[in-house]
C-alpha cells in the first residue's frame, strides 16, 4: 500500500505560485499519482494526474522526478478561490479504491 | 452531461434510526464508490460496486451496507445510527474499466445523528 505524506497546511498570497509537495516512497512501478481539490461541504474535484516528468493542464503543473518518491503540485498565481483542501493520491495496482490521507490545507490571503 | 447527485443533501436522524442515501452516477460510468468523511478522520472509504457487484470494501461494521441496481444508481444503507456515524457521506463515480482512472464526486448527504 503506497502512503503519501503531505504538509497539514500552508499558506500563501494571492498571484503567488504555490508549490505542495507529496511522499511516496513505496509507489509501484504502475501507480499513477493524482491529486485533488476539494472546498467545504463538496466533494473533491480531480486536478491532475501524472504519471512521471512533468504534466500541465488549465489548472495546475504536476511535477515527478525520475525516482518517483515524490511530486509536487504547482498552482500558479493562486487566488483567493484556490482556498481548499488539496490530497495526493497514489493509485493501487491490485485494484484496490484510492487512499485519501489528510490533505494539505492551503489558505489563500489578501 | 449531469453530474453525479446525491439525495437528500441534509439528513438529520435520531440513535438507533437507520438512514438510506442514494446516488446516480455520471451517466455510463458503472463503478460507484461511497466515502465516510469526519474532520477527525477524514475522507474514509466504504465500499465500491461495479455492475451490481460488491467489488471493494473498506473497514466499516456490518451496519453499514450499500448495493447497485442495474442502472449503476447506488444506496448505502447504515442501520442502528450511532452518534460517530454523523459525517459528510460523498459518492464517486467513474466507468470502472482502469485502476488509476479519476473520480467524479457528489456534493454529499451531510448526516447528523443526534
Known amino acids: 500500500l503506497a502512503k503519501t505524506t503531505q504538509p497539514i497546511s500552508m499558506d500563501s498570497y494571492e498571484g503567488q505560485e504555490v508549490n505542495i509537495t507529496c511522499s511516496h516512497n513505496?509507489?509501484?512501478?504502475?501507480?499513477?499519482i493524482t491529486w485533488y481539490q476539494q472546498f467545504p461541504s463538496q466533494g473533491p474535484r480531480f486536478i491532475i494526474q501524472g504519471y512521471k516528468t512533468k504534466v500541465t493542464n488549465e489548472v495546475a503543473s504536476l511535477f515527478i522526478p525520475a525516482d518517483r518518491k515524490s511530486s509536487t503540485l504547482s498552482l500558479p498565481r493562486v487566488s483567493l478561490s484556490d482556498t481548499a483542501v488539496y490530497y495526493c493520491l497514489v493509485g493501487e495496482t491490485d485494484g484496490t479504491p484510492l487512499v485519501f490521507g489528510k490533505g494539505t490545507r492551503l489558505s489563500v490571503i489578501a | 452531461k449531469a453530474g453525479v447527485t446525491q439525495t437528500p443533501r441534509y439528513l438529520i436522524k435520531t440513535r438507533g434510526q437507520q438512514v438510506t442515501l442514494s446516488c446516480s452516477p455520471i451517466s455510463g460510468h458503472r463503478s460507484v464508490s461511497w466515502y465516510q468523511q469526519t474532520p477527525g478522520q477524514g475522507l474514509q472509504f466504504l465500499f465500491e460496486y461495479f455492475s451490481e457487484t460488491q467489488r471493494n470494501k473498506g473497514n466499516f461494521p456490518g451496519r453499514f451496507s450499500g448495493r447497485q441496481f442495474s442502472n449503476s444508481r447506488s444506496e448505502m444503507n447504515v442501520s442502528t445510527l450511532e452518534l460517530g456515524d454523523s459525517a459528510l457521506y460523498l459518492c464517486?463515480?467513474?466507468?470502472?474499466?482502469?485502476?488509476?482512472?479519476?473520480?467524479?464526486f457528489g456534493s454529499g448527504t451531510q448526516l447528523s445523528v443526534l
Open positions: 513505496n509507489i509501484a512501478t504502475n501507480d499513477y
Open positions: 464517486a463515480s467513474s466507468p470502472g474499466t482502469n485502476l488509476n482512472e479519476k473520480l467524479f
